[in-house]
């Protein structure tokens, strides 16, 4: 266990972008082992044809079911954040372990074809995922990186005994690459909303 902490800790150590691409790629491997474990418990859940009605929608709807995408993603995102940035107990944070129950959901839910419309095979499931998963979780992986070093209330034990160290809101700065991957974490939100929304109603 100590071995696993002092590895996380390392990644205070990194740059944001280093960081952001270890953090994507361990998410990555999380997300895919937890589909891969319930794939291989519910070969059943796609062993049919399944053709979900769907109907033209409008403009509008498509709009409308866009930004509910985007809000309910962006819920997400900012527990993500809010979990980094409230406070750290050693190496771990709790939008670290946020991250990675999301990781193992996302995963489970993918491997058992439980979406609101399943899929008929795992290759159209993958083709979605590469049009809008994958980008959803990279951008949830790139705000953990960015906020995962700006901790205000720091222990070194939980629960806490004492904070080592403790910041107010206004304290918090972000260099020019931080900025960067946060603006374009939420292009990719953006982007994977808009995509979903045009996919659902096609």
């Known amino acids: 266990m100590k071995t696993i902490f002092s590895k996380i ?3 205070y150590q990194m740059n944001a972008v280093k960081r952001a691409v270890i953090i994507w790629v361990l998410f990555q491997l999380i997300l895919w082992a937890a589909f891969a474990a319930a794939y291989g418990v519910n070969l059943e859940a796609w062993n049919h044809e399944i053709t ?5 929608q409008p ?10 995408i985007l809000v ?12 980094n940035l409230f406070v750290r107990f050693a190496a771990v944070t709790p939008g670290l372990l946020i991250l990675l129950i ?7 839910t993918a491997g058992s074809n439980a979406f609101e419309f399943p899929f008929a095979r795992v290759l159209d499931a993958n083709i979605q995922f590469l049009k809008v998963g994958l980008w959803e979780t990279t951008a949830y992986a790139l705000i953990c990186a960015v906020t995962l070093t700006k901790s205000l209330n720091i222990a070194e034990t939980f629960p ?33 909303a808009a995509v979903e929304a045009i996919l659902i109603a096609a």
């Not at 403009?59 to 509910?68: D, K, N, R, T, V």
């Open 9 to 11: 800790g390392k990644l």
């Open 52 to 56: 979900p009605e769907r109907s033209q």
């Open 160 to 192: 806490p005994r004492q904070w080592s160290e403790t910041r107010k809101l206004k304290e918090l700065s972000f260099d020019l690459s931080e900025k960067l991957l946060i603006a374009l974490s939420i292009a990719m939100l953006i982007g994977a």
């Open 102 to 108: 999301q990781g193992i959901i996302i995963g489970s």
């Open 72 to 83: 309910s993603n962006l819920i997400l995102f900012i527990i993500i954040a809010a979990g």
């Open 59 to 68: 403009a509008e709807s498509i709009a409308a079911a866009a930004l509910f």
